[in-house]
């Protein structure tokens, strides 16, 4: 089994002893509720580095007001023993006091093209709260390597950004979108969706792998693109669409045509759980199915 | 003489370097025009760390539009005299493409009460401007302990929240202001003065004393503190006050009477000269004469 802790000395601990033995230290950040795009995080970590921490935290500062961070789903055992299966050495879980003590006052905030839509208007400030507890795990893990889902598309984008232009010592590494087999996102939400919303989720996949058609067959338009993509997914009554862009896949600006790589990307309600998905278009081809 | 270095890669592997051979790394930031406020700094970062490194930096995004950013002094060959004096291993000295290449677009920012007073409404941004910068110097030096003058105290504490509140692995150390025979603040603007103006700014220190004097001789009110230095610094026409501040001197509140070690601190204008200073009254004396 990890060694799992609390707080920030003793992880410190663990990954100095690392570094004495010349280890490479892997950082994957989670809120927990493991599912298989997290363990695709995990082994590519496992496979990349010496050292792998993984910090299973349900940050309270990137969730809106409104939102799940009550009911968002906890499951310490089960995500321990999916740790120990992928060899998970450090598990870090602390408790929001020790992420976030009294008198704690400082943000981290990318602004720019990157937050300008998808969801950040949807949700004011979530970004902001990923970026300030991303920039507390990194300097209190000190990684080599952090990795993040592809899934979660502009936060890996504005991860990106801000690893860089705080000059973090470190590599961001992106990693395919893990699906179910017909299609759906993995996504901690998923628990939300009763049987029959499951069933009516399949159509967000569908309809990107529809807008990404177009593009194959020729269209370059992007509304033409995002039309073809929405056909398909607003056919399917159960599914409430939030939005659904085309935007350039590194400033995340809104696209005319496609010229150079772009994202398809969307987020939906279906039932009571808020659902996110995107394609790459134009670009080498990443998307796996799990 | 130090190694002088406008690269990022060029710091890291000399700090790298120093981590290998079991050196402690101390960081003096600074914008350079070097004095002996930051020789003080310097020399104990001498006293306590194997490798010392001394960025200076003119940093754009903490001067507000229509301040000095354009006349502010630069010296480099002095500065680097300045550094060989105390004995300082790296000058890292980038250029504003090298710390905000094109795109960059991420922000620190402390909230709360510290930004509440003082300089922050006459500065805006200003902070912001300065933790943006040293959350980049941190992470491309990585210093065990970096060295900030009290002359700056507003800019101390937020320093000091910044450096907390993202889990910064190092630690922040204090030094006293180093003072002018007259009492005059050290401080790189004190080159605008004209002497006729030099000699008015010396009742800057005289208020902060008349000040502590009144807190010596029993006095607490808060109001009556301030009018003490206030009657002083007014009685000298060359020096326009902006503000005149007693606050708690760890959280920057206002205080109306003085229970805890507060900080009795101003700005004013000596002709063009924009220059701060403070005292902390009930505390332990930690001022001294350079």
């Known amino acids: ?28 950040p989670t809120m927990g509720a493991l599912h298989e795009g997290h363990l695709s995080l995990m082994r590519r970590a496992r496979e990349e580095c010496g050292l792998v921490v993984v910090s299973i935290f349900v940050n309270p500062t990137q969730f809106v007001a409104g939102e799940d961070l009550e009911r968002y789903p906890r499951d310490l055992p089960g995500d321990l023993r999916r740790c120990d299966e992928v060899g998970v050495d450090v598990v870090f879980a602390p408790e929001a006091e020790e992420m976030y003590p009294p008198g704690d006052s ?21 970004f902001r709260g990923v970026t300030t507890v991303c920039a507390r795990l990194f300097n209190i893990v000190g990684p080599d390597r952090a990795y993040f889902g592809e899934k979660d598309y502009q936060q890996l984008k504005i991860i990106e950004r801000m690893a860089a ?3 973090f010592p470190l590599a961001i590494v992106p990693i395919p979108t893990v699906r179910e087999p017909d299609g759906l996102a993995m996504s901690s939400r998923n628990v939300y969706l009763s049987s029959e919303e499951r069933k009516a989720a399949a159509a967000l996949h569908r309809g990107l792998r529809a807008g990404e058609e177009a593009f194959a067959q020729g269209e370059r338009n992007a509304a033409e693109i995002v039309r073809a993509a929405r056909r398909v997914i607003e056919a399917e009554p159960g599914v409430r669409l939030q939005y659904l862009e085309l935007r350039d896949a590194e400033t995340l600006e809104a696209v005319e045509r496609v010229a150079r790589p772009a994202v398809l990307a969307l987020a939906a309600f279906v039932g009571r759980a808020r659902l996110i998905d995107n394609v790459v278009i134009g670009g080498a081809d990443r998307q796996c199915r799990g």
């Open 106 to 126: 400082t943000w981290v905030e990318v602004t720019g093209t990157l937050v300008e839509g998808m969801c950040a208007p949807h949700r004011p400030g979530h």
């Open 1 to 28: 089994m990890p060694l799992v802790t609390k707080t920030i000395s003793e992880v410190r601990e663990q990954v100095a002893a690392a570094r004495r033995a010349g280890r490479t230290i892997g950082l994957v």
């Open 165 to 167: 232009d705080l000059k």
